[in-house]
């Protein structure tokens, strides 16, 4: 029996009535009428991820930065760090501001730090295999040239929450955004990226132009998140659920996306698995848990990501 792209969608509209969707990612590939939308399933997860190898070591894994937090919001960088550390990232840095070293320290050990003041200093940002911005920077002093100095790399960079505020204002650094980077906008910062829109069929379609435009990987954020590629194709993802709904969760999922860029991952590999996996294990502390909070979820990625090899039902 087909399924309808309007039983993914919070509110009705005639087209996505019509629209059919394909499940999985690559069983209808070969077919002339393949539709841009898809399900993500099990299988396509399971042929996603990498293994850790023997005489692998931290630094097969990737170093990831982490640019997050102000004095008023140090919980979203630290969220963002554990979800980089549980993501699997060989190395963390994080840089906040100085009030929230201790605190790091304390809640997550094992990131290191790095000073703001430290990111304009010419070549500190070579050093990294990805890097993060967004979560609880607020007004961050320089932010705007921080952007255009990581921009100017020319390699992938995970863009969430005030760091979209930042491109929203600032169409001249938005240009800039390199290629295959990923950006993870809940419904509010999409429109303030994009403009307001009358339905989730219409931002799906602007989202769906903007990717291929940009060449970006775009992540619309919802009960089911749309992963939208160059391609202008949309990855549906089907994990998660309402236990889920408590602020910090998507300062976690910016973790995990950096994390899997950082260990080599492709932007739209990255972007599937980690919503993937972030739903699935909001989805397995659901069964014991009326809600669930960002810190539990991120601690629990890695027991997700190991059960998909112990399980062999789909
Ligand atoms: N512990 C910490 O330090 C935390 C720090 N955080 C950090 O703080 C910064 C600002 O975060 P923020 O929550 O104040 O603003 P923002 O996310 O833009 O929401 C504004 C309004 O938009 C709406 N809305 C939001 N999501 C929606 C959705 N999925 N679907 C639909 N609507 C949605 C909702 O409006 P409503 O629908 O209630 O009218 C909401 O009130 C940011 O950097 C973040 O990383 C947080 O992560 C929390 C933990
Ligand atoms: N009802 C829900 N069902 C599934 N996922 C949810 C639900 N509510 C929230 N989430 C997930 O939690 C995350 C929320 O992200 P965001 O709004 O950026 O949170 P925050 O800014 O508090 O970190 C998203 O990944 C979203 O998919």
Same mark, same amino acid.
């Given at each position: 029996?087909?399924?309808?792209?309007?039983?993914?969608?919070?509110?009705?509209?005639?087209?996505?009535?019509?629209?059919?969707?394909?499940?999985?990612?690559?069983?209808?590939?070969?077919?002339?009428?393949?539709?841009?939308?898809?399900?993500?399933?099990?299988?396509?997860?399971?042929?996603?991820?990498?293994?850790?190898?023997?005489?692998? #070591?931290?630094?097969?894994?990737?170093?990831?930065?982490?640019?997050?937090?102000?004095?008023?919001?140090?919980?979203?960088?630290?969220?963002?760090?554990?979800?980089?550390?549980?993501?699997?990232?060989?190395?963390?840095?994080?840089?906040?501001?100085?009030?929230?070293?201790?605190?790091?320290?304390?809640?997550?050990?094992?990131?290191?730090?790095?000073?703001?003041?430290?990111?304009?200093?010419?070549?500190?940002?070579?050093?990294?295999?990805?890097?993060?911005?967004?979560?609880?920077?607020?007004?961050?002093?320089?932010?705007?040239?921080?952007?255009?100095?990581?921009?100017?790399?020319?390699?992938?960079?995970?863009?969430?929450?005030?760091?979209?505020?930042?491109?929203?204002?600032?169409?001249?650094?938005? #240009?800039?955004?390199?290629?295959?980077?990923?950006?993870?906008?809940?419904?509010?910062?999409?429109?303030?990226?994009?403009?307001?829109?009358?339905?989730?069929?219409?931002?799906?379609?602007?989202?769906?132009?903007?990717?291929?435009?940009?060449?970006?990987?775009?992540?619309?954020?919802?009960?089911?998140?749309?992963?939208?590629?160059?391609?202008?194709?949309?990855?549906?993802?089907?994990?998660?659920?309402?236990?889920?709904?408590?602020?910090?969760?998507?300062?976690?999922?910016?973790?995990?996306?950096?994390?899997?860029?950082?260990?080599?991952?492709?932007?739209?590999?990255?972007?599937?698995?980690?919503?993937?996996? #972030?739903?699935?294990?909001?989805?397995?502390?659901?069964?014991?848990?009326?809600?669930?909070?960002?810190?539990?979820?991120?601690?629990?990625?890695?027991?997700?990501?190991?059960?998909?090899?112990?399980?062999?039902?789909?």
């Amino acid at each position: 029996m087909s399924v309808f792209l309007n039983a993914y969608l919070p509110d009705t509209d005639p087209l996505s009535k019509k629209q059919v969707v394909d499940r999985g990612l690559t069983k209808q590939s070969a077919e002339a009428k393949a539709s841009p939308y898809k399900l993500i399933e099990l299988a396509d997860i399971r042929g996603m991820v990498k293994i850790r190898m023997p005489f692998s #070591h931290k630094g097969t894994y990737g170093h990831a930065l982490i640019i997050a937090g102000a004095e008023k919001t140090m919980g979203a960088a630290l969220l963002c760090a554990k979800g980089c550390v549980y993501g699997g990232a060989g190395l963390i840095t994080l840089s906040i501001p100085v009030q929230g070293l201790t605190a790091l320290n304390t809640a997550v050990p094992e990131a290191m730090y790095l000073e703001r003041s430290e990111l304009l200093r010419s070549r500190t940002l070579d050093n990294y295999d990805a890097i993060g911005i967004g979560p609880g920077i607020g007004r961050m002093v320089d932010s705007h040239t921080i952007m255009a100095e990581i921009f100017a790399l020319k390699q992938p960079v995970v863009i969430d929450a005030d760091a979209l505020a930042i491109l929203s204002g600032h169409p001249d650094l938005f #240009h800039l955004l390199p290629k295959d980077s990923i950006l993870s906008p809940h419904v509010k910062e999409f429109d303030g990226l994009f403009g307001p829109h009358k339905n989730w069929w219409d931002r799906l379609q602007t989202a769906r132009t903007e990717a291929k435009k940009r060449g970006v990987i775009l992540i619309l954020k919802n009960q089911y998140t749309f992963i939208v590629d160059h391609e202008g194709d949309v990855s549906i993802n089907q994990t998660g659920n309402p236990a889920m709904a408590q602020g910090g969760m998507g300062d976690v999922l910016t973790g995990i996306l950096t994390a899997y860029l950082a260990q080599g991952y492709s932007a739209k590999a990255a972007a599937i698995l980690s919503c993937y996996f #972030h739903g699935k294990a909001g989805d397995e502390l659901s069964t014991t848990h009326f809600n669930v909070t960002a810190s539990e979820v991120a601690a629990q990625i890695p027991i997700t990501v190991k059960s998909l090899f112990n399980k062999a039902e789909d």
